[in-house]
């Protein structure tokens, strides 16, 4: 009572680029070392192109929070054009302020 049918013949070696069966090349160290070096590359060369094309189509307020705020030129922009006009404004202020105490 046997049973069944033959048994499959399959390849005694196996080539793939995972390895085949039960691969552990010696080199794999190296070759892991040079893959993420490769994938972390080029993951940073997208992530600069994307970073100086990006657009905003308006100028977020103030107070909100953007993690590209770090690395958008145009961001960067508005927040020192921003930043600037508030140093503008205080230092106005300042001198209106002290010009009215004079006067006093």
Not at 36 to 44: D, E, L, M, Q
Not at 52 to 68: I, K, L
Request: aromatic fraction near 14%; charged fraction near 25%.
């Amino acid at each position: 009572m046997g049973g069944g049918a033959k048994k499959i013949p399959y390849p005694k070696y196996v080539w793939s680029p995972s390895g085949g069966w039960y691969a552990q090349p010696a080199n794999w160290k190296t070759n892991t070392a040079i893959a993420t070096a490769a994938i972390f590359g080029i993951c940073v060369v997208a992530w600069k192109w994307s970073a100086e094309r990006e657009q905003w189509a308006r100028r977020p307020q103030p107070g909100e929070w953007y993690p590209s705020r770090h690395w958008s030129r145009q961001l960067i922009e508005w927040d020192k054009e921003d930043k600037l006009k508030a140093e503008q404004e205080r230092a106005k202020s300042e001198a209106s302020n002290a010009t009215a105490s004079k006067g006093e």
